[in-house]
């Protein structure tokens, strides 16, 4: 992954820094928060995809992993993941406002295609698919994306 290396140093580094921001925000704006019944699973929601990006990138930088190794290594953190953020997600569902279950689902279907991106990249690399981890990059800027619009609601509109 020596090509690689660069860009999960990057990804790991950033996905650390602001699930870190993350918990300040959620910390200052706890009782908020929590007195809406959505928001929650929000927070939740943003730390799982904050989390995904780094244990990837973190796996994907272990010296010396075969592909089928890193291939069923993905395969499994990125079912656990999917599997997390479509629970998360849908069951945040139920709380959310008449107004807002639009822009609920799309950003369900956002999380889910972001999500998923992991592992089809471990079946990508068990399948011997050379260009499997470019899978990866749209997989860390959608999570990245949705967690800052995650990020945003419980830091500033919370508060509106």
Request: proline share 0%.
């Given at each position: 992954m020596g090509a690689w290396d660069n860009f999960f140093v990057a990804e790991a580094g950033a996905a650390a820094a602001l699930a870190g921001l993350l918990f300040v925000g959620?910390?200052?704006n706890m009782a908020k928060i929590v007195a809406a019944p959505a928001l929650p699973g929000r927070a939740?929601?943003?730390l799982i995809l904050l989390l995904?990006?780094?244990i990837v990138?973190?796996?994907l930088l272990v010296p010396g992993l075969s592909a089928a190794?890193?291939?069923l290594t993905l395969l499994a953190v990125g079912a656990v993941v999917l599997a997390s953020a479509v629970r998360t997600s849908a069951g945040s569902l139920r709380h959310v406002e008449a107004a807002y279950r639009r822009s609920h689902a799309a950003e369900t279907g956002a999380v889910v295609l972001a999500?998923?991106?992991?592992p089809a990249t471990g079946a990508a690399l068990l399948l011997g698919w050379p260009p499997a981890l470019h899978l990866l990059v749209p997989a860390f800027l959608g999570s990245f994306v949705i967690a800052m619009a995650d990020a945003w609601v419980l830091l500033v509109e919370v508060n509106r």
């Open positions: 959620v910390s200052l939740l929601q943003a995904a990006i780094l990138a973190s796996l190794v890193t291939g999500t998923a991106l992991y």
